[in-house]
C-alpha cells in the first residue's frame, strides 16, 4: 500500500489545463502534465482495497491499478511502465482519452474525489518515453504464420503488437491514406496529439508489423481472394455506421456528418490541403450540432478553434441528473451531466429537443426547426416524450453537425463476400473466441461490440489476437 494515511492527508488534485483564451486558437492538447513529486502524493491516495474496484470492475483492461500506484508512490517508475504494459499496449492513449472508468469505481468515489488514475498511468508512460525505457520488442523467434489485420484503429493496432510479439507475420490493412482508425481521423488533435500514435508505430514497425494504408479490402482486392494470402485474418473494422437525421431539408449544402467535419480538421492538422469548395469550416457562422455525446462535443471544440460565431448544442435526451444518480450507482458508470473541456470553452446546451427540419436559402441550411420535448417514465421503468403543444423554435444555423452517434459496423462486400453472421444490433457475430461464421476469419473492437471506447477496442483486440495465436498455432 501507498502510504496508509495518503486518502486522509491529500486532496485530489486534477492536472492542469491550457486556459481557455489560450487554447482556442490552436489544436495543441489541454491537458498537462503534474510534477513527479505532486503525482506520487496523488498515487499516496490509493488505498490498496481488499477488493480493488477501479481494477476489477472498472478498468475493462484489468490494468493492476493499485500496484502501480504504490510503485509511483515510491518512485519505482520503471517497474509501473513494466507492469502498466503487462495489461495495455497503449496507455498513452488510454491516458489521454479514456473517459476513466476506473476512476468512478474507485472505492473514494463513493464519498469523495478518486484517485486521479488515469492522470497516474498517463505519467508513467509518459516518463518511460522521454527515459528511453520503451524500445521495440520482437519476437525472438518466428512461425512462419500470416496474419492479416483489417482496420488500424485501437483494436486493429493493440492485436497486430500482440501478434507480432507471438512471432506471425502481421500485415495490417487500412483503407484511409493514415494508420490509427478514429484515434487518427475523429479525435481532435487538442484531446490527443496524432505525434503520440506515431511514435507507437515506429515502435511496432521495428517488431515487423507491415503497415498497409490505402487498401479497402472487399473493395480494391476481393475479400476471398485476399483471405487465401493469410492463415487467419482479424477484421477490426468499427463501426463506422452514423444514425442519420430524416428530416426534410437534410440534403441543404452545410448540413454533414460528425465524422467529415472532424476528419477534414486532423487533416488539415497533419498539413493536408483541403480544396475550398470540399471546406467544411465553423469559420464566422453559427453551429448546430445535433447530438449532446462526446462527438458532438469534439464538434463544440473544433469549431471554436475555427471561429464559429456561435454554436448550439441540442440533445434529444432530457437534461441529466447532476451530481449523482440513483439508477447508477456506485461502482457503475454514473450517468450524470458532464462538461467537457469544449463546452467550458463556450456553448449553449439544449435538452429534450427534437429537430422537425432544417430550411435554407438556395441550397444552403439557414435555420434547423425544432420541438420541446415531455419526458416522462412509465411504470415500467421506460422513458417515453411527448412533443410540447406550441413549443416549435428555431435555430439560426449556416452549418449543422450531426452528431448523433453510430448504429453499427458496415454491411459492405467485405462482410457480404466473406458471409459473416450479423448479430441482433448489426455488428459482426462472434463465438467466445472471437471467430465469426466463417472459419480463420476474426473479429475484434467497435465492429464486433457496436461503438464503444478505446479502451474496450484495446482489450478486445488483446484478447482477440490470444485466441487467433492459439488458432495459428495448432499443429505447429
Ligand atoms: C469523434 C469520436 C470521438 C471519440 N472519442 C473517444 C474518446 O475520447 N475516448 C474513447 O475512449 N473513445 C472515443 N471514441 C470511440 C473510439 O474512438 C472507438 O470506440 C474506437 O476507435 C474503436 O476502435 P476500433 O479499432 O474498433 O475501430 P476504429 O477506430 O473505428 O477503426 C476502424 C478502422 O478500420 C478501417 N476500415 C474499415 N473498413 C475497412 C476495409 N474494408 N479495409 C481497410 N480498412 C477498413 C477504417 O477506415 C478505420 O480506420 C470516439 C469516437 C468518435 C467517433
Ligand atoms: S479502488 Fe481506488 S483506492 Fe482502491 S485500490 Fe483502486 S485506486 Fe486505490
Not at 491529500?10 to 489545463?17: D, E, H, T, V
Amino acid at each position: 500500500m501507498a502510504k496508509p494515511t495518503g486518502f486522509l492527508e491529500y486532496a485530489r488534485q486534477n492536472p492542469p489545463q491550457r486556459s481557455i483564451p489560450e487554447r482556442i486558437h490552436d489544436f495543441i492538447e489541454i491537458d498537462k502534465c503534474l510534477d513527479p513529486d505532486q503525482l506520487e502524493i496523488q498515487a499516496a491516495r490509493c488505498m490498496d482495497c481488499g477488493v480493488p474496484t477501479c481494477h476489477a470492475y472498472g478498468c475493462p483492461l484489468g490494468n493492476l491499478i493499485p500496484d502501480f500506484n504504490d510503485l509511483v508512490y515510491k518512485k519505482k517508475w520503471r517497474a509501473a511502465l513494466e507492469l502498466l504494459h503487462k495489461t495495455n499496449n497503449f496507455p498513452e492513449i488510454t491516458g489521454r482519452i479514456c473517459p476513466a472508468l476506473c476512476e468512478t469505481a474507485c472505492t473514494l468515489y463513493i464519498n469523495q474525489e478518486p484517485v486521479t488514475i488515469r492522470q497516474i498511468e498517463l505519467q508513467i508512460v509518459e516518463r518511460g518515453w522521454e527515459q528511453g525505457w520503451i524500445s521495440p520488442w520482437p519476437a525472438t523467434f518466428k512461425t512462419g504464420k500470416k496474419a492479416a489485420i483489417i482496420g488500424s484503429g485501437p483494436a486493429g493496432l493493440a492485436a497486430a503488437q500482440q501478434l507480432a510479439r507471438q512471432g506471425h507475420k502481421v500485415t495490417l490493412f487500412e483503407k484511409s491514406d493514415r494508420i490509427g482508425g478514429i484515434l487518427r481521423y475523429g479525435i481532435p488533435d487538442y484531446k490527443l496529439a496524432k505525434r503520440v500514435i506515431d511514435r507507437r508505430l515506429e515502435q511496432m514497425l521495428a517488431e515487423g508489423v507491415i503497415f498497409q494504408p490505402h487498401v479497402e479490402v472487399g473493395k480494391d482486392i476481393p475479400a476471398p481472394e485476399f483471405c487465401k494470402d493469410f492463415d487467419a485474418v482479424l477484421l477490426t473494422t468499427g463501426a463506422s455506421v452514423a444514425r442519420e437525421l430524416e428530416v426534410p431539408g437534410r440534403e441543404l449544402s452545410g448540413t454533414c456528418l460528425a465524422m467529415d467535419f472532424l476528419t477534414q480538421q486532423n487533416k488539415v492538422n497533419a498539413g493536408d490541403e483541403i480544396s475550398p469548395s470540399e471546406r467544411i469550416s465553423a469559420q464566422d457562422k453559427h453551429v448546430v450540432v445535433v447530438g449532446g455525446g462526446d462527438t458532438g462535443s469534439d464538434c463544440i471544440g473544433t469549431s471554436i478553434r475555427q471561429g464559429a460565431r456561435h454554436v448550439t448544442q441540442i440533445e434529444l435526451l432530457p437534461k441529466p441528473l447532476e451530481g449523482q444518480n440513483p439508477d447508477t450507482p456506485w461502482p457503475m458508470w454514473p450517468v450524470i451531466l458532464r462538461t467537457s473541456t469544449s463546452h467550458q470553452e463556450g456553448c449553449d446546451r439544449l435538452w429534450s429537443i427534437a429537430t422537425k427540419q432544417i430550411t435554407g436559402v438556395r441550397g444552403k441550411v439557414k435555420t434547423l426547426q425544432a420541438v420541446k420535448l415531455d419526458w416522462t417514465r412509465q411504470d415500467d421503468g421506460r422513458w417515453t416524450f411527448k412533443e410540447i403543444p406550441g413549443s416549435k423554435f428555431e435555430l439560426k444555423a449556416d452549418l449543422v453537425l450531426l452528431a448523433m452517434g453510430f448504429v453499427h459496423a458496415e454491411h459492405g462486400s467485405l462482410v457480404e463476400d466473406l458471409k459473416l453472421e450479423k448479430d441482433q444490433r448489426g455488428n459482426i457475430k462472434v463465438n467466445e473466441n472471437f471467430m465469426t461464421s466463417t472459419s480463420g476469419v476474426f473479429v475484434a473492437g467497435d465492429a464486433e461490440t457496436g461503438p464503444s471506447l478505446a479502451v474496450r477496442a484495446i482489450h478486445r483486440g488483446r484478447l482477440a489476437a490470444g485466441h487467433l495465436d492459439a488458432f495459428l498455432s495448432k499443429g505447429r
